[in-house]
């Protein structure tokens, strides 16, 4: 089992930054993809970033203002939001998709822990 744990959301104004952070225990190994997720109101959950070996992955949305990196050492991904947007408003969702080395981007489905999410919340 993999417990995730996500923090550093809040509320910023437009085109500020945050940086979210997932703290990740019990089996975890820097060998499994990481990603991150997130959910509007009304909407359904959608890819925000991954990390799979040493590749990084992005929706177009975010491509260019979001980065994705982990400190192994620390099992902890990070997700740093710049220049943020009214429609990046939604819960963030870290997971974690416990086949190692994975090649290639994995899809919702392969991740099998997740956490219980930080609210992001950006005003106009």
């Known amino acids: 089992q993999v417990q995730l744990q996500e923090s550093g959301g809040g509320l910023v104004q437009a085109g500020g930054s945050l940086r979210l952070s997932c703290a990740a225990s019990g089996r975890t190994s820097s060998s499994y993809a990481m990603g991150w997720f997130r959910q509007a109101p009304g909407k359904e959950r959608e890819f925000v970033a991954a990390?799979?070996?040493?590749?990084?992955y992005y929706a177009d949305s975010v491509k260019g203002r979001f980065t994705i990196f982990r400190d192994n050492a620390k099992n902890t991904v990070y997700l740093q939001m710049n220049s943020l947007k009214p429609d990046d408003t939604a819960v963030y969702y870290c997971?974690?998709?416990?086949?190692?080395?994975?090649?290639?981007?994995?899809?919702?489905?392969?991740?099998?822990?997740w956490g219980q999410g930080t609210q992001v919340t950006v005003s106009s």
């Open positions: 997971a974690a998709d416990p086949t190692p080395y994975r090649l290639g981007i994995p899809t919702q489905e392969s991740y099998d822990y």
């Open positions: 990390i799979s070996r040493s590749t990084t």
